[in-house]
């Protein structure tokens, strides 16, 4: 199995910048794949990101493309998520997850950290 533990949230201004951070716990981190979701208040749960257990193939909603980066170090059991000008419907409660395919589905994973929380105000 897999821990996770979610870091870097906070508040920012529209147009910032932030990185989150999921720490994992176990050997086998490196046999996941990760991703990132989002939970707006009032709102269900979508797909931000994920990043294949090797870290060559990545995904994203066309809602951040081009804004936000995943990436993930296997030898620090870390995954990554660069959010780059931030805007304020990307206000949510974020969370990583890991899963045994690399997928853009909820269903898919089978762990999750318990999220930290990022607001872009305006």
């Known amino acids: 199995q897999v821990q996770l533990v979610e ?32 939970q707006p208040p009032g709102k269900e749960r979508e797909f931000v990101a994920a990043i294949s257990w090797s870290g060559i193939a990545t995904y994203y909603a066309d809602s951040v493309k081009g804004r936000f980066t995943i990436s993930r170090d296997n030898a620090k059991n870390t995954v990554y998520l660069q959010m780059n000008s931030l805007k ?35």
């Open 7 to 38: 870091s870097g949230g906070g508040l920012v201004q529209a147009g910032g910048s932030l990185r989150l951070s999921c720490a994992a716990s176990g050997r086998t981190f490196s046999t996941y794949a990760m991703g990132w979701f989002r």
């Open 88 to 122: 304020p419907e990307d206000t949510a409660a974020y969370y990583c997850a890991a899963g045994t395919t690399t997928r853009q589905s909820i269903n898919a994973y089978d762990y999750w950290g318990q999220g930290t929380q990022v607001t872009a105000s305006s």
